[in-house]
């Protein structure tokens, strides 16, 4: 078994700041770490190597920097690393960074066929959860979304079920590989890398390909001018100057604070009070 997964290095989300003037992220002094959704795929990467055997290649498209990221993953106990670099990709949008993965996955299917792809549910730096789709769409691979748990995987029939997390509850779906699957957050625990493994990741040779390995021959069709969506302005939100109110209850009972908060919430709201009796008629 085959198995690839995508990663993204991303700066850490709890120390990112906006620039107060011209609104955009201020990314000098912020480390950059694993996006921590691509952790759980990986680790499902893995313990289906565990299971079945096979090789698990992690990617990533982004500037040198990002090589420490395939590193992380390699001490994990990834078989193989690929860095997708190129100057020409600065500034790509998810539709063109789907073209660019998936122009390195078919790129990887030529020396050996992928059964699995698995990606994080998002990153923390976009939150769109459009990349992985658009990887499966221009692949034509069956996609699952939002996968909490893998139930089984049959080889021999080439089969996969697996459970996917719902608005309305748990959907148990099966399809055929080859297929993506993006991991939803809490699915595992990531493992701790074994000392050979480090040893491995600190040695490893890792692959550089640029646009032209991938096969991507026209440089309009990535980067700012290949990306058709444009990010106007950043802001952070503004600090609300309202403070919460505390509300006495003599009797702490469920039917005494619900009848006081609803009480409290018509006096501040009327119209919300009559709507909901002229509803209720």
């Known amino acids: 078994m085959h198995s690839v997964v995508c990663i993204k290095q991303v700066p850490d989300s709890a120390q990112i ?13 912020v480390p950059a770490i694993i996006n921590p959704y691509d ?8 313990r289906l190597k565990d299971r079945f055997g096979g090789t698990v290649t992690v990617v990533t498209m982004g500037p040198p920097m990002a090589e420490a990221a395939l590193r992380k993953c390699l001490s994990y106990g ?14 790509s949008d998810t539709l063109v960074t789907s073209y660019a993965l998936t122009a390195t996955l078919r790129k990887i299917m030529e020396s050996m066929p992928v059964d699995l792809i698995f990606t994080g549910k ?5 939150d769109t959860a459009q990349v992985g789709p658009g990887i499966a769409k ?20 080439r089969e996969i079920r697996v459970e996917r997390r719902a608005e309305g509850g748990v959907q148990l779906l099966k399809t055929t590989l080859p297929c993506l699957i993006t991991m939803l957050e809490g699915t595992n625990e990531m493992r701790f890398g074994d000392l050979d493994d480090l040893f491995r990741a600190a040695r490893y040779e890792l692959k550089v390909w640029d646009r032209t390995v991938i096969g991507i021959e026209d440089p309009e069709t990535v980067g700012v ?17 309202q403070r919460a109110e505390i509300i006495d209850l003599q009797d702490d009972s469920p039917k005494n604070l619900a009848s006081t908060l609803l009480a409290r919430m018509f006096t501040q709201h009327p119209k919300l009070e009559r709507e909901i009796a002229k509803r209720a008629r």
């Not at 998002?122 to 976009?126: A, F």
């Open 78 to 91: 990834a078989d193989d690393a690929i860095l997708v670099s190129d100057r020409s990709f600065a500034g």
């Open 39 to 46: 952790l759980f795929a990986l680790e499902e990467a893995l």
């Open 225 to 241: 001018k290949g990306s058709p969506t444009v990010v106007s302005k950043v802001f952070a939100p503004r600090p609300r100057s």
């Open 138 to 157: 221009r692949l034509d691979y069956q996609l699952l979304t939002y996968v909490s748990k893998i139930v089984d995987v049959d080889l021999e029939h």
């Open 17 to 29: 700041r906006v620039h107060p003037v011209t609104n955009t992220i201020m990314r000098q002094g």
């Open 122 to 126: 998002q990153t923390i730096d976009g």
